[in-house]
């Protein structure tokens, strides 16, 4: 079996947890990238270490330079700074908007033809710059935040019902943000519309803990944002991009007229395979949830005239 490449640039606790989740599949080898000298090395060889115990034979590499990304399948970006207490991802923009533009100019270099998966908040906007810096086509740039704020509903919901995560079908849509949209209406448990099983007071608040659900996590951990739902998320997307499984999932995509949107990423349903995103799956929404979603992408896009003003 040839295994694919799976390049992760950040070696923090996002890029590490998801480098691990991968190689621990043992189906790609991985490049751990991070811009501290001896963290990747660390981090990477450690991981290595947990092979023979674990049973993958994957190999993972760390390092603080490029050339061994080359040829890379797919490209996770993950470098940058996360939030503390009281910082929205906004407060993110300008700092890894520099990070982000630095590491794409790098990684496509080496491997012109993969896929980017931006993950550095805020999300969006960073999907933007990578797509614009990379001079890549559309559809090899797909930005994770929609299975992550999915999961997040996802649990919510199941833990109300107390029923399976996996009976549930949920959908979170727009910006990966405070204006993020639960697409409610599209909800399922079951097979039935969550609004029969759920009073709508009780929804309204589960979808606003989805909202702030990664505030949440910032408020307990104090020194960094989540990481073991957002790495669970990027492997999701990698193997649906590795095995061609051609997935519907929630994800950043670019937007040309889709849902009335048109030249910004935000997050929509997609299929997912090999080339990237394949598809932009169009819902019907009610018109509150359009609604919603349109304002949530005004939202990205006063996130994308600032970085533009920014220059650089
Ligand atoms: N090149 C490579 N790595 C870099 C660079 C760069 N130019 N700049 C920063 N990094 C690295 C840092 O050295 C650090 O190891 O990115 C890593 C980020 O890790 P953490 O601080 O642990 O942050 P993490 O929790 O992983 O979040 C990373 O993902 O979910 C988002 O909001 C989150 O934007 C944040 C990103």
Redesign the pocket.
């Known amino acids: 079996m040839t295994r694919s490449k799976v390049t992760v640039?950040?070696?923090?606790?996002?890029?590490a947890t998801a480098a691990q989740r991968i190689f621990d599949k043992g189906y790609a080898d991985v490049v751990l990238?991070?811009?501290?000298d001896g963290?990747p090395q660390g981090k990477a060889l450690d991981i290595l270490e947990s092979g023979p115990v674990s049973g993958s034979d994957a190999s993972i590499v760390g390092t603080n330079s490029y050339e061994e990304t080359a040829g890379s399948d797919v490209v996770v970006i993950?470098?940058?700074?996360?939030?503390k207490p009281g910082m929205s991802?906004d407060d993110?923009l300008l700092t890894?908007m520099k990070?982000v533009t630095?590491?794409v100019n790098e990684v496509v270099a080496q491997s012109p033809d993969t896929v980017l998966m931006p993950?550095?908040?805020p999300l969006d906007a960073m999907a933007q710059r990578a797509h614009q810096v990379s001079g890549f086509p559309k559809n090899r740039v797909v930005g994770m935040a929609g299975i992550l704020d999915t999961a997040r509903f996802r649990t919510f919901l199941a833990m109300e019902l107390n029923v399976s995560v996996e009976s549930i079908d949920a959908w979170v849509l727009g910006g990966h943000g405070d204006s993020m949209v639960p697409v409610v209406g599209s909800t399922l448990v079951g097979g039935q519309p969550v609004s029969k099983l759920i009073p709508i007071d009780r929804l309204d608040a589960i979808v606003k803990r989805t909202q702030d659900g990664g505030a949440e996590i910032v408020n307990f951990l104090k020194t960094?944002?989540a990481?073991y739902a957002?790495s669970a998320a990027i492997v999701q997307m990698v193997e649906s991009i590795l095995f061609d499984k051609k997935q519907a999932l929630p994800c950043t995509a670019y937007l040309e007229g889709e849902y009335g949107i048109d030249g910004l990423f935000v997050g929509v349903p997609v299929k997912l395979g090999s080339n990237g995103v394949e598809e932009v799956i169009e819902f019907e929404l009610t018109d509150d949830e359009s609604a919603a979603l349109k304002r949530s992408a005004d939202a990205v896009r006063e996130l994308v005239e600032v970085m533009d003003n920014a220059g650089g």
């Open positions: 640039v950040g070696a923090g606790n996002v890029g990238v991070d811009i501290v963290l993950t470098s940058g700074i996360a939030r991802r993110l890894n990070i630095s590491v993950v550095t908040n960094g944002s990481y957002p």
